[in-house]
């Protein structure tokens, strides 16, 4: 396969998709898919290797919705990419209306952001405030935390 084959062939896979024409090219738009316009011998090319075949007005993609360890393309057919994309609406409304209805309160952190950047030296371990604890320089075999009564 030559150049401007290749071209033609990537060009009219992604073409199809963004189309949605499950791999059919109408003759109109071969000019689209290389910068030289038309260029029969390529078409011809690809006809030869049976991954296009002559259809009345233009080209169809052999095996377009094919999966590609079987020897197709394996593209999604347009149907598919429609469901898709309905499928993918109808879940984010509901997830739109599952956040509406349960919102989020913004204060969960109150009580922790207030001691941001404060010195704390380890008094909130200890609920009764009998007992404090002091940092120490480690020593080897030695707690790093030292309680004093």
């Not at 109109?28 to 011809?44: N, T, V, W």
Request: with cysteine.
């Amino acid at each position: 396969m030559n150049v401007s084959t290749w071209c033609i062939l990537t060009k009219a896979i992604t073409w199809c998709n963004e189309a949605g024409t499950d791999g059919l090219i109408k003759r109109r738009y071969l000019g689209l898919f290389h910068p030289e316009g038309l260029i029969p011998s390529a078409y011809a090319e690809l006809v030869e290797m049976g991954i296009w075949a002559i259809v009345d007005g233009g080209y169809q993609f052999v095996d377009w919705a094919k999966p590609s360890y079987q020897g197709g393309l394996g593209q999604s057919t347009a149907e598919a990419v429609k469901t898709g994309k309905a499928n993918a609406a109808a879940r984010a409304r509901n997830y739109r209306a599952r956040k509406e209805a349960a919102p989020v309160t913004r204060d969960a952190t109150g009580d922790i952001t207030g001691d941001v950047g404060q010195d704390r030296t380890g008094q909130a371990l200890y609920a009764s405030g009998s007992q404090t604890a002091t940092w120490e320089t480690a020593t080897p075999g030695q707690p790093h935390l030292k309680v004093v009564s």
